[in-house]
């Protein structure tokens, strides 16, 4: 069984006994529809469709973060959202899916299922709007307002993936949205169910209509959620925190939902690190997890590679050994 068809099988409620070699299986695709509504890029400071300044002019970081200084914010007050937002026109916006096909095609000739990215998630892209307090704070304040505003921003993601769908259709999207720290969720599970989980559930039902699976990243303490996780449609939890009670988890779950993650990055991702502590940290990991069925181990981040040189083939070298011991 090779890594693609082992995570077919897996989501199709199949047991198998290779273990998935993280993100292996797994090709990420940059299409035009990234490049229009989140352009962030390494070495340079740029503000998005929404209006959010996103500065990654330091290349040296793992990613973009949004500028939260006051004169920068793309909606000082969420009660006038409508007078400094305006959506992006995906369905009316020209997209040249060329290099999509291109990806797509270089994907399945090396056997790895090819995955549309769409990065920014709701809750993220309240935030990076309004500025992060006032997003939590908005909560409780600006109820209506805030519904509003999220309501428009779970129609421009639908948007996203309807054009996904007709465009160049992947096998699956790779969505982020992180909720939380590692201890805990940054809002009580009622504030999520009721802000996010209805969009959610109808953005992943569309999805799962047109035959597209969901990768859903969060590296965050969602142990109070999951089950509406898995309700919502996430087929599979990338970034699953070892901080969860993941053994736990998969005895209450029905077992829809793949766990991807489980690799605790504060103890392999280090500078120098020694292959010794990483193949430690896989093999507590495999022993913990496997036994409760579906299980991708992989360090959480929300793509592929890990921050310092040599841990990402130290995880691998360690599936590996795993693999030839079964």
Excluded at 32 to 57: C, E, N, Q
């Amino acid at each position: 069984m090779t890594q693609k068809e082992a995570v077919l099988a897996m989501l199709r409620g199949e047991k198998v006994d290779t273990i998935v070699n993280g993100w292996e299986p797994f090709q990420i695709v940059f299409d035009d529809l990234l490049m229009h509504t989140s352009p962030a890029r390494p070495g340079v400071k740029i503000v998005d469709a929404w209006g959010v300044t996103m500065d990654w002019s330091d290349p040296t970081q793992p990613g973009s973060m949004p500028v939260e200084d006051p004169e920068l914010l793309a909606c000082p007050d969420v009660t006038e959202w409508k007078k400094y937002l305006t959506p992006p026109d995906v369905r009316n916006m020209e997209l040249d899916w060329g290099s999509a096909f291109g990806q797509r095609a270089a994907a399945e000739a090396e056997g790895k299922i090819a995955l549309a990215f769409m990065p920014v998630g709701v809750f993220e892209l309240c935030h990076n709007i309004l500025g992060f307090e006032e997003t939590l704070v908005n909560f409780l304040l600006e109820p209506e307002c805030m519904h509003e505003l999220i309501d428009a921003i779970f129609d421009y993601k639908m948007a996203c993936i309807e054009r996904l769908a007709e465009g160049w259709h992947p096998e699956g999207i790779l969505f982020h949205d992180d909720w939380g720290s590692k201890d805990s969720l940054l809002m009580q599970p009622e504030v999520w169910r009721e802000f996010f989980k209805p969009g959610y559930t109808k953005l992943y039902e569309y999805a799962h209509q047109q035959g597209i699976f969901i990768m859903h990243h969060s590296d965050s303490n969602n142990e109070l959620i999951v089950k509406d996780m898995e309700e919502m449609g996430v087929d599979i939890w990338q970034g699953a925190l070892p901080q969860c009670d993941l053994a736990g988890l998969q005895k209450e779950l029905p077992g829809k939902m793949l766990f991807m993650g489980g690799l605790d990055a504060a103890v392999i991702d280090h500078k120098d690190i020694d292959p010794e502590i990483v193949r430690k940290e896989v093999f507590r990991a495999c022993e913990e997890y496997l036994p409760g069925g579906k299980f991708i181990p992989c360090i959480t981040y929300g793509a592929p590679n890990a921050i310092f040189e040599g841990v990402d083939e130290a995880i691998a070298a360690a599936v590996r050994e795993l693999n030839e011991k079964r």
